[in-house]
């Protein structure tokens, strides 16, 4: 079972995410941590080590550059960031900051569920089976 943390605060997006990975067949466990409080009391408090985390860069009561470099300090699992900037010192400064990769919401439905499928493809199966 591949667990996912997706860090995002747009219900509508909370639903596609949760739809593209259903529709890729994997069973997951996908937690949702629609603020910065609800993500440290999921790893604090209880404990949960997710496989891979998605992250919106925008989400309330949160700095998500100090996050990732949290992860990466931590030897974390991958965190692939899916956001609406396409500012390039976004991308840049996600990178710098231990991001696994950047993913520019697409406006259509199709694109972004496929974005995500691909992305679980490439890395949360890749943490699973090494046992992050």
Do not use: C
Not at 68 to 82: D, K
Not at 108 to 113: G, Q, R, V
């Amino acid at each position: 079972m591949l667990h996912v943390l997706l860090i995002e605060d747009s219900p509508a997006d909370v639903l596609m995410v949760r739809e593209a990975i259903r529709t890729y067949s994997v069973t997951s466990d996908l937690i949702i941590a629609y603020d910065g409080e609800e993500v440290l009391r999921f790893i604090t408090e209880f404990h949960f080590k997710p496989d891979m985390f998605f992250l919106d860069l925008n989400v309330p009561n949160f700095n998500s550059f100090e996050f990732l470099e949290y992860v990466r300090a931590s030897q974390g699992p991958p965190v692939v960031v899916l956001t609406g900037s396409a500012n390039p010192e976004d991308k840049q400064r996600s990178l710098e900051s231990g991001a696994t990769e950047y993913i520019v919401k697409p406006s259509n439905i199709d694109e972004f569920m496929e974005v995500v499928r691909e992305a679980v493809g490439r890395w949360g199966r890749q943490a699973a089976a090494r046992g992050l």
